[in-house]
């Protein structure tokens, strides 16, 4: 009653700032508690996720649920009903590979394709009784998508034939696809494309009447190892090690013409899996060439070989072997340490080591 305007009126500010900052620390909290659950909060599944292994997958006679209400109906599994791998956790059939099997016969465009092809991929690897209760049938078919004239179809194709080479009752069909396979190789430069058809190639044994194909694209696997990508230079390598120790096709591989830098692959700046995959490979090589059987034929090579840029009288290679012997990676030590042996003692003398003497003067330069 006693107080004046101008008193109450800065009563009544204070008043308004208290009821402000407590309003404004309370909108603070609410905020960080929102942004806390959020982050804890696992994010929805996309109900367009080409990924479909885990989705909602109604069983027989049962319907799917609305996109609206992806709320799935709790089951005795512990677990929501009609999840794939859930299923097949438990011996039940989901159904999902074969619902993808069946979409794929239907016309589809390319992404649709591509996008099937890769859900088929992940199924094969993840539902595994699922998988092996295929057949043929579907191998032929994934088969006919490496004819599609889209490469990204194409290198879904691969993958889905590897997933299923992994699967013994499959891996004869799918060795019939050899030649097609070693035909896009080497007519598509398209590196996620030699990835593809590499692995799958090098998850497989190549049967003998995919030789002589291998002969003709053997100056495409030579290009792709001579390439800048590791990943395709890895698997190439991998497959001309696994050719290497096929006798009918030794003289191909070591005639095949290489650029004149070749040796700058056993360089100790590259990386070294793919180090020790080119030494793995020249240690190959070099046992295969001092085989009697071989040692019995004078072979003619061309002067931009493999066999002259590794083995002949000016072949820098044991400068670059006496280097990789420090190499900071113990299994590229190793692996150098081994090749530098093959070069010096012949395979029909490594069982008399008093007799063994240098083969050739690689070493001179070196020692």
Known sequence: MGKSVPQCLR???????????????GAIYLLYKAIRAGIKCPPPLSTTSPICIARECPGPGERA????????????????????????????????????????????????????????????????????????????????MLDDKDN????????TLKAFSGIRKFRLKIQEHSIKVLEL?????????????????????????AHPQLRRVMPALMEILQSDY???????IRLLSSLAQKP??????????????????????QPGNLLFEVLVFAERLSEGRNTPHYRAVKWHYNEQSLHEA?????????????????????????????VIVSLQCPQDMARRPSSCQPSHSYFRHGQ
């Open 11 to 25: 009563q009544l500010d204070i008043r308004k700032s208290v009821v402000g900052l407590a309003t404004g620390a």
């Open 65 to 144: 649920l609305p996109q609206e209400a992806p709320v799935p109906e709790a089951s005795s599994l512990g677990g929501p009903k009609g999840l794939a791998i859930e299923r097949e956790r438990h011996g039940r059939d989901s159904g999902e590979l074969r619902r993808l099997l069946n979409s794929l016969e239907c016309k589809q465009d390319e992404y649709a394709r591509s996008m099937i092809l890769h859900s088929i991929t992940r199924c094969v690897y993840l539902l595994e009784a699922e998988a092996s209760a295929c057949t043929t049938d579907d191998i032929i078919l994934v088969g006919s």
């Open 152 to 159: 990204s179809v194409k290198i879904q194709a691969l993958n």
């Open 185 to 209: 190789m080497a007519t598509i430069w398209d590196s996620e494309l030699h990835i593809a058809s590499l692995r799958l190639l090098n998850n497989l044994p190549l049967p003998d009447f």
């Open 230 to 236: 590791i990943l395709a230079q890895v698997q190439a």
């Open 248 to 269: 009918d096709l030794l003289y191909d591989i070591l005639n095949c013409q290489v650029h004149s830098n070749f040796l700058s692959l056993f360089e100790a700046t």
């Open 310 to 338: 590794l083995f002949g009288d000016e072949s820098r290679l044991a400068d670059r072997l006496l280097a990789l012997v420090i190499h900071p990676e113990e299994e590229v030590q190793i692996q150098a340490c081994k």
